[in-house]
């Protein structure tokens, strides 16, 4: 109902199929297929995406990428000072899978977050979850947060969650 009023898109992993990097999508793998899927759903929008692989990086028709180290918190930096963008509507981390990468990039990003936008976590491992709920409940006063597990619409077996985190409006 709200997609063409989305402006700014940003992921982190654009699906490396390097298959010496952690979290390839293995040597079948196309990487940017989710940018242009975000691009041709989100017609107003502008799509950035940062990954460890510099060999997959590019530039297309609204769609720009740069190198990340998503555990690096200068990487993190660095790569917001180079897209001098901020007031994203949607920031999505589908990087490494791991919860000291997830809450390294969520520290270091959130700030660009608009009012109304949603950040998302993918592939929350199922073993980590119970971090990520200490590290939400203690931390954030003024995001809401919601875990969710699509194993069952999806048929898997694990490590299919996601974490939605919005923040909160004050009346």
């Known amino acids: 109902h709200c997609r063409a009023n989305i402006k700014l898109v940003f992921e982190c992993g654009i699906g490396t199929n390097n298959p010496e990097l952690a979290s390839s999508m293995n040597a079948n793998g196309k990487p940017g297929a989710s940018l242009r899927a975000w691009r041709d759903y989100f017609k107003n929008a502008l799509i950035f995406g940062a990954d460890i692989d510099e060999n997959i990086l590019f530039k297309e028709n609204r769609i720009m990428t740069f190198h990340l180290d998503q555990t690096d918190k200068n990487s993190i930096i660095n790569l917001w000072s180079d897209i001098k963008k901020n007031n994203f509507d949607l920031i999505i981390d589908d990087g490494l899978h791991t919860y000291k990468a997830a809450i390294s990039l969520f520290e270091n990003s959130i700030e660009y977050l608009s009012e109304t936008g949603i950040y998302i976590i993918e592939d929350a491992q199922d073993n980590e979850l119970i971090y990520f709920k200490n590290y939400f ?20 077996k694990t490590n299919n969650n996601l974490i939605e985190i919005r923040k909160i409006f004050k009346k």
């Not at 409940?137 to 898997?156: E, M, Q, R, V």
């Open 137 to 156: 409940d203690n931390k954030l006063s003024s995001y809401n947060y919601n875990i969710i597990s699509l194993k069952k619409a999806t048929n898997s």
